[in-house]
């Protein structure tokens, strides 16, 4: 069959992308699926970070690759051995697929899938097909997904079946920020009611640590970030306070919050920098989980001493050290409840020929979750 995609063919072209136009929005030959494949057609598709650290070249990944990796869609055709699928589900897509079989997963982490992220890598399917063809040429997928295009064919293991009262346009939006940002606070730090929270980084995942830190109960919750209008947002979403950390020291004004440092800081900004920042910021016996991807040659600096003299964790957090198919259901619950307003993330919804420009504003910070929607037009 024929679908309309994004392909990035090149990475490293510089802002603004606009004019640039790294995403090259074109008709593509898409394979049905094969053994254990989906062919889905995507009704939704969250434009990410992640996404932007490959076009920019900060996240090298094979080239040509139809982007995109937080999605929701409707499964149209199962392949040969799908078991717990058929044409008709809605579904949300989880970017590393989930093997069942290797360590990690055999021991509660699939995010740590060995097969599923070595397969991640290399811009195949799990069992290391490709399904997408350009000018008779194969064609990468972004993280097993490969979310901007109008259909697209995954491995079973990166799927998860919801019920079918969720619009997907919002369902989209858990398949990254939140299983990331609500899975750093509820699955990694395990944060305790009444324990002081600071967000560095206000982007979908750190809006989203926001929204989870009210979940735990968690108090103050204290949010930081450079630009005004993502603070404003935070507070709706449960910050207690707010810092702005162009205008004032941030690690300073945490500590004063909270009479000597947070409990646990969440950093979801991406830069050592600020990684260093939600560091100094925690008390002695604090916790920090980072979510953000900094560029792989990024080294970070910290005072050794303190992670034995003062007790102090720094852990690594990826998917929110979530199990998608238990996570998944039960976040999408507490939305239905009213307690997770995912839907006050998304600030933009756009078409496949909108994607350049919608790159320059999440570049720019002007935008937190913009939707792309395959089928619709400019």
Do not use: W
């Not at 021991?107 to 599923?116: F, H, I, K, N, S």
Request: glycine share 12%; with cysteine; hydrophobic share 40%.
């Amino acid at each position: 069959m024929r679908t309309r995609a994004a392909v990035l063919l090149e990475m490293g072209r510089p802002v603004p992308y606009r004019e640039t136009r790294p995403l090259v929005v074109e008709e593509l030959d898409l394979e049905g699926p094969g053994p254990g494949e989906v062919l889905v057609e995507v009704r939704a598709a969250g434009l990410c970070h992640s996404d932007l650290s490959v076009i920019d070249g900060s996240r090298p990944r094979p080239t040509p690759m139809v982007l995109g990796h937080e999605a929701a869609g409707v499964v149209r055709e199962v392949g040969p051995g799908v078991m717990g699928l058929k044409p008709g589900d809605p579904v949300v897509f989880s970017y590393v697929p989930m093997c069942g079989r290797c360590l990690p997963c055999s021991t509660g982490r699939p995010a740590l899938c060995e097969p599923g992220n070595a397969a991640n890598a290399k811009g195949t399917l799990l069992h290391g097909s490709r399904r997408f063809r350009r000018q008779g040429q194969p064609v990468h997928h972004h993280l097993g997904v490969s979310a901007f295009s109008q259909y697209t064919v995954v491995s079973e293991a990166s799927l998860v079946k919801i019920d079918d009262d969720i619009p997907l346009d919002i369902a989209a939006v858990f398949g990254c920020a939140v299983l990331t940002g609500v899975g750093a606070v509820v699955n990694t730090a395990r944060v305790e009611p009444g324990s002081a929270v600071a967000v560095f980084g206000l982007g979908g995942v750190g809006l989203a640590a926001v929204m989870g830190a009210q979940l735990a109960g968690a108090e103050p919750i204290i949010a930081v970030d450079v630009r005004p209008e993502k603070l404003k947002l935070a507070q709706t979403l449960g910050a207690s306070h707010v810092v702005n950390g162009r205008e004032e020291d941030a690690v300073r004004a945490v500590q004063e919050l909270t009479g000597g440092g947070a409990d646990y800081a969440i950093e979801a900004a991406g830069r050592v920098e600020v990684l260093e920042q939600a560091y100094r910021a925690v008390r002695r016996g604090g916790t920090v989980v980072t979510v953000g991807l900094p560029h792989p040659e990024a080294k970070l600096s910290l005072p050794a001493v303190s992670l034995v003299a003062e007790e102090r964790t720094l852990r690594g957090s990826y998917m929110g050290s979530s199990v998608p198919r238990r996570d998944l259901p039960r976040f999408l619950r507490l939305y239905r409840a009213g307690k997770l307003p995912v839907d006050r993330l998304i600030t933009h919804r756009i078409g496949l020929d909108e994607v350049n420009e919608g790159f320059d504003r999440l570049a720019q910070g002007e935008a937190v979750r913009q939707i792309l929607l395959p089928h619709t037009g400019r």
